[in-house]
Structure formats: C-alpha cells, structure tokens
C-alpha cells in the first residue's frame, strides 16, 4: 500500500464513520433490548405480556415510519 | 505477469465461506477440549462465516488500488453498508440475538420481531442518506433501487410478523398454524437479512 492508497484508505473509513456510528448503534440499541427482554421472559418462564408486545410493536412502527418516510 | 483465465477467476482462500465455516468449527471444538462449551449451531457457523467473509472482502476491496465499481454510487454504496452489515452481523451472532435465546413460540416471534428492529434500525441509516445521483453523488449516498427493495420486503416482512404475532396470542390455537406462521415470519425476516448482506458485499 502506498502512502497516498494509504491516506485515500483512512479518508474513506473517516467519511464512513458517522453513518456506521449511527446505523449500528441504533441496531445494537435494538437487539440490546430485544435479547434482554426475552432473557427475562426465559428466566420467568413466561411468554410476553401485552405491555411487552405493546411497547415492541410501537418501536417497530416508529422504525418503518422513518424507513417509509418518503415513500411515494 | 500470469494471464491465466482459471487463476484469475480463481476465488481466494479468504473469500470462501466454507474455509470460515472450517475454521470456526475449528475453533468450537478447541475450545469444547479446553471445558468452553460455546453452543453455536450450523446456521450459526454459517452466520458468523458470511461475517468474516464479507469483512475480508470489504478490507480487500478498501485496500485495493483499483476501484470495484466504475460508478462512482455503487463504491460508495458498497463502502457505506458494508460494515454496518459487518458490525450488525457480528453483534447478532457473537453478542446473541434475541431469537437465540428464546423458547417457547411466543418468545420466538417476540425475539424474530426485535431481530427484524435491529435491522430496520441499519436499513433506516442507509435510507437517510442522500439519494445517489448520477453525476455529483455525495459521499455516502443511497442507491433508489436498493432502498425501494429494502422497503418492499420490509413490507413482506412486517406482515409475516404480524401474522406469527396474531396466530401465537391467539389461546388455544393448534401447533400446526404456530409452526407454519413461525417458518413464515423466520423466512421473511431472513430475506431482509440477506438483502443487506447482499448490497453490503456487492
């Protein structure tokens, strides 16, 4: 790798950082609850509560509503 | 320099799924000898192989002097998603997804769900990036076609979900509707999956 291939290489991770920042927080945010959660219900020996699946279908929709958000 | 057509084509060691599998099976039954039971199945081998797979070819394709793509849209498509696919891959296999960890059919639509979210969340990042254009795309742009798939399976994928949750809150429903909503809803959740593991390594 060359010194320039090099600084084009580290440029392109710069420039890519807040989008992954942003994309992976919001899915590790994501699986982080939904494995809690089910761990809990596992431990409890239970299945969701109409609150869990309350609260899991309104984070659902607030997600599709800002992947749809444009949509013609 | 060797013109061979069947060396050129020829894949490398490192972007063969089946080495990653090879190896992390390995590694599995090393650390089963030394007493750490890590439990990871086939499909999970198979997950984590994808991973490291793509990883390796995004770090080659980074690496390289000569572009992928010659339009410039699809490089920085390629750039953008592929570690999120990379990152979101690993941390659903090795940091344990929702789904992995649940048992009864409940617990297994509920976890398929907060997977499906965790995706939507990286699918969301990607569609909040300005449109590519034609000529003068800026950096880190989102393809129309790949956000208009992403959008339609999500549609597939909802209602899938949907159904599964109605069928498993439903008491007293028989076992054969519960399985069939479930494959259902695992399926369609998969789909969105491989999309994003799809443009990730395109």
Known sequence: ?72 | MSTNPAAAAAKPIWASKTIWVNIITFICTMAALFGFDLEISAEEKAAIAVSFQTFANLILRLATKQPVTLRRDQTLKLHWLSPVVVLVLLLFTLAGCASRVAETPAQRVYALQADYNALLAAAVAYENLPRCRPVHAPPNCSDTGVVEEMRRIDNHTFDALQTAQRVVRTPGIGTSPVNAALATASEAVGLLARLLNREGIR
């Open chain 1, 1 to 72: 790798m060359t010194v320039q291939s090099g600084i084009l290489f580290a440029s392109q991770v710069l420039s890519l950082l807040p989008a992954v920042i942003a994309g992976v927080e919001g899915a590790a945010e994501a699986m982080r609850l939904g494995a809690a959660t089910v761990e809990r219900m596992v431990s409890e020996n239970r299945d969701p509560t109409a609150d869990e699946w309350s609260e899991l279908n309104i984070r659902t929709a607030a997600l599709r509503d800002r992947l749809h958000s444009d949509e013609a």
